[in-house]
T-cell receptor, first 113, second 111 residues
Framework: DAGVTQSPTHLIKTRGQQVTLRCSPK?????VSWYQQALGQGPQFIFQ???????QRGNFPDRFSGHQFPNYSSELNVNALLLGDSALYLC????????????FGSGTQLSVL | SQQGEEDPQALSIQEGENATMNCSYK?????LQWYRQNSGRGLVHLIL?????REKHSGRLRVTLDTSKKSSSLLITASRAADTASYFC???????????FGEGTQLTVNP
């Protein structure tokens, strides 16, 4: 039973560039949430996708966008990268109905230089 | 914004001792969860306690919830070096709403 997988594991970009991170949810899960975790901080909610629609969004600018595909996998896109976007980006999957707990991937470590 | 605040920020104990971490939150909740994270990896769910529950056990873990004080505690008994990790509380205000995490407690268990 495959867990949540994220790619790539590490990424280095320069300011102003764009990045796409990918996530495959745990088998059987239909909901994907994305979190940003700065060093030494707790994860901050970016947004959640279900049925290919953004259902909830945290306090992040429009530079952060996402997509969910029919197979439930998801992408996180960040445009016009800033130094402050450097963080660990975590994907978590769950069930929309009755799924109280989140299953996390190992994350993508993004460094913006 | 962070909903929960963990206390202490860092805790160092010897193997075999008990570790207690506390979490305070600001709004009414549907449930509170504890997660563990090893050195910048993904988080792993440990235990969930609902707003109408006061205490829950899972193996060496004991969680309490006091909704009147808006606080929770996580007790790890007979700690092991492998328990070294960051521990986060997370709250869900209503069923289906986002899970909001605190800042975490870094636990170090010395062999």
């Amino acid at each position: 039973d495959a867990g949540v997988t994220q790619s790539p594991t590490h990424l280095i970009k320069t300011r102003g560039q764009q990045v796409t991170l990918r996530c495959s949810p745990k088998s059987g899960h239909d909901t994907v949430s994305w979190y940003q975790q700065a060093l030494g901080q707790g994860p901050q909610f970016i947004f959640q996708y279900y049925e290919e629609e953004e259902r909830q969004r945290g306090n992040f600018p429009d530079r952060f966008s996402g997509h969910q595909f029919p197979n439930y996998s998801s992408e996180l896109n960040v445009n016009a990268l800033l130094l402050g976007d450097s963080a660990l980006y975590l994907c978590a999957s769950s069930l929309w109905t009755g799924g109280e707990k989140l299953f996390f991937g190992s994350g993508t470590q993004l460094s913006v230089l | 914004s962070q909903q929960g605040e963990e206390d202490p920020q860092a805790l160092s104990i010897q193997e075999g001792e008990n570790a207690t971490m506390n979490c305070s939150y600001k709004t009414s909740i549907n449930n509170l969860q504890w997660y563990r994270q090893n050195s910048g990896r993904g988080l792993v769910h440990l235990i969930l306690i609902r707003s109408n529950e006061r205490e829950k056990h899972s193996g060496r873990l004991r969680v309490t919830l006091d909704t009147s004080k808006k606080s929770s505690s996580l007790l790890i008994t007979a700690s092991r070096a492998a328990d070294t990790a960051s521990y986060f509380c997370a709250t869900r205000e209503t069923s289906g709403s986002r899970l909001t995490f605190g800042e975490g407690t870094q636990l170090t268990v010395n062999p």
